[in-house]
Antibody, heavy 125, light 107 residues
Framework: QVTLKESGPVLVKPTETLTLTCTVS??????????VSWIRQPPGKALEWLAH???????SYSTSLKSRLTISKDTSKSQVVLTMTNMDPVDTATYYC?????????????????WGQGTLVTVSS | SYVLTQPPSVSVAPGKTARITCGGN??????VHWYQQKPGQAPVLVIY???DRPSGIPERFSGSNSGNTATLTISRVEAGDEADYYC??????????FGGGTKLTVL
C-alpha cells in the first residue's frame, strides 16, 4: 500500500524559510521511473506544481519559484524534503507531496498517481 | 508559456453524461492526465496518458485527446462524482501544468 505523509510547520512568519518533509511508504525512492513532487493549492484556488525529484536524483523546479525552492531526498529514511525561502502571505496554501510515475510512449510522460493528505501552511506575522 | 483552459463549472443530472474539457495549443500532441478532488480531500488520479484508467477507477470515467482539446467524460453520473476536476500536462516551457479546474455539479 502506497502512502505519502507531509509534515512541517502549520504557521510561518513572513521572510522565514519553510521546510516540509514527505515520508513515503509502500515504494522506494530508489525505484526506477518513480519520483516525488510537491504541489500546492491556495485556499479556493487551483493546483500548482512546485518541484520534483526522481530516483536518479533528477530535479526540476517551477520556473516562477525556482530561486526559492530546494528539493532533496534521503532514500534510507524514505523522505523527500522541500525548502522554500522568503515566505510571504501569498504562499499560504495546502502543500501536497505526490508520487510521480513516469511512463514512456516515444517520449516520457509523468503523472501523479498517489497523493498525501496535504498540510495547510499559513504565512502570517 | 503553455496555458490550459477549463470551464469553471459543468452541471449534469444524475444518470446523464458529463464532459469536461481542457483546452491547450496542440494539446493532442501531449499526454493529458485528470484528477478528481472532493472538498477537503487530496486529488485522486482518474485518467492518465489521455485515456488510461488507474485500478479502482470506474469504467464510467474515460478520456480522449485530439487537436486543441482533451476531454474527460463521465457516464451515468452519480451524486458521488460531484467534485473539482483538474487536467494536467507536462510542457517544456511550463514543466508540470494544471488547468484551472472545473467544478462538476450533479443536479
Amino acid at each position: 500500500q502506497v502512502t505519502l505523509k507531509e509534515s512541517g510547520p502549520v504557521l510561518v512568519k513572513p521572510t522565514e524559510t519553510l521546510t516540509l518533509t514527505c515520508t513515503v511508504s509502500g515504494f522506494s525512492l530508489s525505484n526506477a521511473r518513480m519520483g516525488v513532487s510537491w504541489i500546492r493549492q491556495p485556499p479556493g484556488k487551483a493546483l500548482e506544481w512546485l518541484a520534483h525529484i526522481f530516483s536518479n536524483d533528477e530535479k526540476s523546479y517551477s520556473t516562477s519559484l525556482k530561486s526559492r525552492l530546494t528539493i532533496s531526498k534521503d532514500t534510507s529514511k524514505s523522505q523527500v524534503v522541500l525548502t522554500m525561502t522568503n515566505m510571504d502571505p501569498v504562499d499560504t496554501a495546502t502543500y501536497y507531496c505526490a508520487r510521480i510515475s513516469r511512463g514512456y510512449s516515444g517520449y516520457d510522460y509523468d503523472y501523479f498517481d498517489y497523493w498525501g493528505q496535504g498540510t495547510l501552511v499559513t504565512v502570517s506575522s | 508559456s503553455y496555458v490550459l483552459t477549463q470551464p469553471p463549472s459543468v452541471s449534469v443530472a444524475p444518470g446523464k453524461t458529463a464532459r469536461i474539457t481542457c483546452g491547450g495549443n496542440n494539446i493532442g500532441s501531449k499526454s493529458v492526465h485528470w484528477y478528481q478532488q472532493k472538498p477537503g480531500q487530496a486529488p485522486v488520479l482518474v485518467i492518465y496518458y489521455d485515456s488510461d484508467r488507474p485500478s479502482g477507477i470506474p469504467e464510467r470515467f474515460s478520456g480522449s485527446n485530439s487537436g486543441n482539446t482533451a476531454t474527460l467524460t463521465i457516464s451515468r453520473v452519480e451524486a458521488g462524482d460531484e467534485a473539482d476536476y483538474y487536467c494536467q500536462v507536462w510542457d517544456s516551457s511550463s514543466d508540470h501544468l494544471f488547468g484551472g479546474g472545473t467544478k462538476l455539479t450533479v443536479l
